[in-house]
């Protein structure tokens, strides 16, 4: 039973629970290729593009050429979640909290499974034929914002340099594109002429203090997205990752991405229950579960902007 439950019990004759402020469910799950799975671990396969070959001759042989296969890995994490009402707290609180609770969870693993994409996105992917190989997110697919020779916060020269990697890379422009930022970016963004202008931004972002949609981009704030951990050095002029002066240590890792260059995959979505507990003196219990695993497709699909908050 939860120990904190005796916090609600009438003084004032309250008949509602107040939800604290927190992100209200998954912001990303709708942003990503969602696919079912059935095992611990499932595979995905990838196809790789091939080269038109000149005929050399009439009447010749049917060439044959291999066409490049490859796989990824995704194995399930699994989440579970459960508390108590006992009798006597309903009686003392004027109300029955146990659908809060479950709307409590419901929340919590809605972030959870935002958790797993930012997880997968910069994280170690696992390829190969039994998902043994294990693919790093190369230096090539970040950069660091910069700004008069310095690591600077999300500005629209590290938007155009972030779409330049996709384009680059010949990632399908139909395929939707998405930023995920925290509060800070969205700050800074707010003070860019380019963005809140609208000579250059159809969407006045001034007006509903958010960005929407800038440079073919659809952007998602969240709170949830990591810092850089350890020394990882950047061009301050370039932005360039691998190389230079700067160091991208404790930098907000702000993430890029073509939505079915990350997989979210689900064996049981999220499962809530309420149920008497005869072990429990036929108190009442909230419960809810899931199965979920997450992986990066493919590299040239997700770019790392690293993001300077100080």
């Known amino acids: 039973m939860s120990q904190q439950i005796t916090e609600a019990f009438v003084k004032q004759y309250n008949s509602t629970l107040y939800h604290l402020s927190q992100q209200m469910g998954s912001r990303l799950m709708d ?3 969602r696919e079912s799975q059935k095992g611990k671990a499932e595979f995905f396969d990838r196809l790789g593009p091939v080269t038109a070959q000149k005929k050399v001759s009439r009447h010749g042989d049917t060439p044959l050429y291999d066409t490049p296969h490859s796989r990824r890995r995704v194995t399930l994490n699994d989440y579970e979640h459960a508390d108590m009402v006992d009798k006597e707290d309903k009686i003392r609180m004027l109300i029955d909290p146990t659908s809060e609770y479950i709307k409590t969870f419901v929340w919590a693993f809605g972030r959870a499974k935002d958790d797993e994409i930012i997880a997968a996105a910069d994280g170690t992917a696992y390829a190969g034929e039994e998902g043994s190989t294990t693919v790093s997110h190369p230096n090539s697919q970040k950069l660091a914002a910069v700004d ?9 020269q590290a938007l155009r340099r972030a779409k330049e990697k996709f384009d680059a890379a010949d990632v399908d422009e139909s395929i939707k594109r998405y930023i995920a930022h925290t509060s800070s970016q969205l700050y800074a963004l707010l003070g860019e002429n380019e963005v809140t202008s609208g000579d250059y931004n159809t969407i006045r972002a001034l007006v509903a203090g958010q960005v929407n949609t800038f440079l073919g981009f659809e952007f998602k704030r969240l709170e949830r997205l990591k810092t850089q951990v350890g020394s990882l050095s950047f061009d301050q002029t370039t932005g360039a990752v691998g190389s230079g002066a700067g160091n991208a240590n404790g930098y907000r890792k702000v993430l890029a991405w073509a939505q079915d260059g990350l997989i979210l995959s689900t064996a049981m979505d999220i499962m ?24 990066r497709m493919e590299e040239e699909k997700v770019v790392v902007i690293l993001c300077n908050e100080a």
């Open 272 to 295: 809530t229950r309420i149920s008497e507990r005869a072990d429990k003196g036929y108190n009442m219990q909230a419960y809810a579960a899931m199965s979920i695993g997450a992986t």
């Open 31 to 33: 942003c990503v290729r």
């Open 148 to 156: 008069s020779g310095a690591g600077s916060n999300l500005n629209v």
